[in-house]
């Protein structure tokens, strides 16, 4: 299973940093020209790495990745809400550049996180690379979170105007879905996982720092004690040379 998660975590390495060298290459060429028409340059594989991610919640469930299962499943379902919901379903929102700003920063995150993954399957953890992992969640994410609500908040005018998603039963029914006020819903929702999420990592990271502190102590407590010891059986010695020659 090790190494078809190190495929796994290959494949989307190989999605994710084509994307972002996409990226930055036609920034470079053309500027800011190159924000208004991102998704329709790269949009076909960024559907198939969020389509592809779907895959770790199963790997989850399954018990062959230990990561915790509510984080990911948060994550990878905003995902593809905003990108086939929201984003794909409105062409007006593909041209904004909002769209430009979520996808380098879930490409960002995700070329760094694939990196880091593949090394830890194979029992290698590079020190400024395992910094950077958990570096970039910590400062990337409540960005791309607020990315994500900006990019619904731009999209409601297109849903009010074109009744995308919206449904009217009719009679004997009289039962209709307008989606803009789902969406103003889901936002709040968004808020309060992501709230959750920060709250539960820092307790996490808390604990985590304690339990390093008490470990650090424990071993400076069997330092001195065995420096304490050595400097014992040292002077004893001295004692016993200085007795003998007398």
Not at 31 to 48: C, N, Q
Not at 190 to 203: D, E, R, T, V
Request: net charge positive; with cysteine.
């Amino acid at each position: 299973m090790n190494t078809y998660l190190f495929v796994y975590d290959l494949m989307q390495f190989c999605g994710h940093s084509w994307i972002f060298t996409n990226m930055i290459i036609r920034f470079m060429s053309f500027g800011k020209d190159s924000l208004a028409d991102t998704f329709y340059s790269i949009g076909l594989v960024m559907r198939l790495c969020q389509l592809l991610s779907v895959l770790e919640i199963l790997h989850i469930l399954i018990g062959i990745d230990k990561s915790r299962f509510f984080p990911r499943f948060l994550q990878i379902t905003e995902r593809i809400i905003v990108l086939f919901v929201v984003i794909n379903s409105q062409e007006e929102v593909q041209g904004k550049y909002i769209v430009c700003v979520l996808f380098f920063l879930w490409n960002l995150l995700d070329v760094v996180r694939y990196t880091y993954n593949m090394l830890a399957r194979t029992g290698i953890y590079y020190l400024p690379l395992t910094w950077l992992n958990f570096s970039l969640c910590i400062l990337l994410y409540p960005l791309s979170v607020l990315a994500k609500a900006f990019a619904i908040y731009v999209s409601l005018p297109y849903f009010e105007t074109f009744g995308t998603y919206s449904i009217k039963l009719p009679l004997p029914f009289a039962f209709s879905i307008y989606f803009p006020y789902v969406l103003k819903m889901y936002l709040l929702v968004l808020f309060i996982g992501k709230y959750l999420i920060f709250q539960k990592a820092n307790s996490q990271h808390s604990c985590n720092t304690a339990a390093k502190q008490l470990k650090i102590k424990i071993k400076s407590a069997q330092l001195l004690s065995e420096t304490v010891n050595l400097s014992a059986t040292s002077t004893r010695y001295c004692r016993e040379g200085h007795h003998q020659l007398v």
